[in-house]
């Protein structure tokens, strides 16, 4: 790609990504916020979270389809990682689990 | 795990618990990095290019999308539009963690906000409402994070063509495993619980029809927005 047309995008890309992470937290941390607002913020990670989750692990290929059986190797290895965090609640643990789980599906296919 | 903090400032201890608390995602960050690296080279970028990416804008989704756009011709225009709507959940994040971000002069704030990703955020705002953050300890979480991505997506960039798969070590689970854990830590209650099912469901529903990230926005207001309802309707009828 020639540096001039890369540039510009690069500074467009940089100008809209930068403006949504820093002029929220600017405004409302100088801001009194009224408690239903806090009350939604609160709400706010659980609902990111699962929203984000849901579609990569129950739609794993993209195409919009849900893949419930155990086809899906995303869905099997949230199993042992879900119950691991819901005991320990340790994130690297949780984590490690779940990557293991993916790697021996992986080498055991079907 | 830092076994010489005595010798340590505290500043430098926030620094390092908050590097420390960037593991997982850095776990994530090299091998997505290096895919993406490995795919910005394919799309017609050069190494320095693949890189500058990472560097100034900082946003794997956006990226990712951005680079296949670029291998099927797109326009400059239409690339830095998808970004602006694929990265308009950043206003959530950056709202939420608002309340905690207070105490932090202007500056400061201007440039911790730049490391806010899915990753940081979903790892920072379940440590905050415990402990309010000090500036060194984001610093420590957002840089620890961003050189991770950089250096995964320059190894990514300069290997090109020798594509080795970080799938076949399940390193592809490592971001969704890691929310798994970070969402278990956040349902504190039945109505947080119902409005993450609810969102999920909203975001799956609003998938079949369009890209997985644009069922995000809307999924998280309007349950979000139920969980206030919901909250204040228990609130009015409990003695």
């Not at chain 2, 250096?151 to 969704?176: E, H, K, M, Q, Y």
Request: hydrophobic residues 55%; proline residues 5%; contains cysteine.
């Amino acid at each position: 790609m020639d540096s001039k047309t890369f540039a510009l995008m690069l500074g467009g890309m940089f100008l809209v990504t930068y403006a949504s992470r820093v002029l929220p937290i600017m405004v409302l941390s100088r801001l009194r916020m009224p408690q239903w607002l806090l009350n939604w913020l609160s709400f706010v990670p659980a609902a990111v979270l699962t929203a984000l989750l849901a579609p990569a692990i129950l739609m794993p290929d993209g195409s919009g389809d849900l893949i419930l059986g155990l086809n899906n190797q995303y869905l099997i290895a949230s199993i042992p990682t879900l119950v691991m965090a819901i005991r320990t609640r340790n994130l690297i643990l949780s984590v490690a689990v779940g990557v293991v789980t993916m790697a021996i599906l992986r080498y055991y296919p079907g | 795990m830092w076994s010489s903090t005595r010798t340590q400032s505290p500043r430098l201890q926030l620094f390092l618990l908050g590097v420390q608390s960037a593991i997982p995602i850095m776990a994530g960050y090299i091998p997505v990095g290096f895919a993406y690296g490995v795919l910005a080279r394919q799309s017609g970028l050069s190494l320095l290019q693949s890189t500058a990416m990472s560097i100034v804008v900082y946003a794997g989704s956006s990226q990712f999308i951005a680079v296949s756009m670029l291998a099927g011709g797109g326009a400059v225009g239409a690339v830095i539009s998808t970004t602006l709507l694929v990265n308009l959940r950043h206003l959530l994040f950056s709202a939420s963690l608002a309340p905690y971000f207070r105490r932090f002069p202007s500056p400061v704030l201007a440039f911790l906000s730049f490391g806010i990703t899915d990753e940081t955020y979903a790892v920072g705002i379940g440590q905050y409402p415990d402990r309010e953050p000090r500036g060194a300890q984001v610093l420590g979480l957002h840089l620890a994070s961003y050189l991770s991505w950089i250096i995964g997506s320059c190894i990514g960039a300069a290997a090109g063509g020798i594509v080795g798969d970080g799938a076949r070590w399940g390193l592809d689970f490592a971001l969704p495993g890691m929310f798994i854990a970070l969402l278990i830590g956040q349902i504190k209650d039945g109505i947080t619980l119902i409005v993450a099912m609810l969102s999920g469901l909203i975001s799956i529903t609003l998938a079949r029809f369009h890209s997985a990230t644009w069922g995000v926005i809307p999924a998280t207001i309007i349950s979000a927005a139920v969980g206030v309802v919901f909250k204040q309707w228990i609130q009015r009828h409990s003695p």
